[in-house]
């Protein structure tokens, strides 16, 4: 089991993952943590909540200090990843390039173990740039020969979400009408960041080697369900009005031209109709953790008087 004061490193640490990691990993004790992110303004946030972390700005794309971080640490979890883009280019930089660097750099300093962040999409039949360079990095890990657990997430929401059920609360809350596609009857599994990252904790006490985890979330919710449990958990008055899916698809084709960063895209309705039926280990029995009923999650997600109101930038 690892001492809570030997040190972890964390790459892509200041994005939606590792925001909530840290938290965790500090209320549980761990002393020395090492943040390590390339996005200025999302770390500076994370500096600000937690001054006693050692946080540094860089690209792991590029080879540079940031491999001295490495040395004499216990655990390496690696969070990074490119989720989206316009080019293959972006995502061979940061999900490949920056992931051989980083085993690089572990084998360096000889770093016992990692806990490696991959996702649900690799078991998809779907070819796209995130998926494919996700497939790759995941067997980069496995065959790089070092000590490592694999984990694999379904579609999170939590604190700091800038995107996907974060983004559809605050857009609900400034909104009178808030749109639903369709009757709205489209199952969803979401997993709370919370009880994902007690999963990675106890993967870095455990050092489980070798296994790979699909992790899901325990609800199986309808999409029109969650933006009613949002809207009970925020006590708002947007009237909620079912429009056809066609409609809806061309709203956001339309909206996609004046934002150059859509929260939500024509291909994500897509996919959220597409039915898919994800299915996972049992968390409380393989890692002790109970997932957290999904109400008190949306309610902790949008109404804590610290976290709830800090979005991160994309």
Request: net charge neutral.
């Amino acid at each position: 089991m690892t001492d809570k004061h030997a040190k972890i490193v964390i790459t892509g640490a200041a994005g939606l993952v590792g925001q909530n990691l840290i938290v965790e990993l500090e209320q549980q004790g761990y002393t020395r943590l090492v943040a390590i992110d390339k996005h200025a303004h999302n770390l500076g946030i994370l500096q600000g909540l937690h001054p006693q972390v050692r946080t540094v700005l860089a690209d792991l794309a590029e080879p540079g200090e940031w491999s001295e971080e490495f040395r004499d640490a216990s655990c390496v979890v690696q969070l990074h990843a490119q989720i989206t883009g316009k080019t293959t280019e972006i995502f061979n930089r940061n999900n490949l390039t920056a992931t051989r660097h980083v085993l690089d750099a572990m084998k360096a300093a000889a770093v016992p173990y990692l806990v490696h962040i991959s996702s649900s999409v690799v078991n998809s039949v779907a070819v796209d740039d995130y998926t494919n360079t996700k497939r790759a990095q995941e067997e980069m890990v496995v065959s790089s020969g070092l000590r490592h657990c694999v984990l694999r997430p379904t579609l999170m929401f939590g604190w700091f979400d800038p995107k996907h059920l974060g983004w559809l609360s605050r857009f609900m809350a400034r909104t009178p009408v808030f749109p639903i596609p369709g009757d709205g009857r489209f199952m969803r599994q979401p997993l709370y960041e919370r009880d994902f990252c007690r999963c990675i904790v106890k993967c870095i006490e455990r050092e489980p080697d070798g296994e790979i985890y699909d992790i899901v979330g325990a609800t199986r919710i309808d999409y029109v369900d969650i933006i009613r449990t949002i809207k009970r958990a925020k006590n708002l008055r947007t009237i909620i009005v079912h429009i056809p899916i066609g409609l809806f698809a061309f709203l956001l084709r339309t909206y996609s031209l004046f934002s150059t960063k859509p929260p939500f895209t024509a291909d994500q309705l897509k996919a959220l109709s597409a039915g898919d039926d994800f299915k996972g280990v049992d968390t409380e029995a393989v890692f002790g953790v109970k997932q957290t009923p999904f109400e008190d999650a949306i309610l902790e997600s949008y109404t804590h008087p610290t976290y709830s109101s800090i979005v991160l930038k994309r």
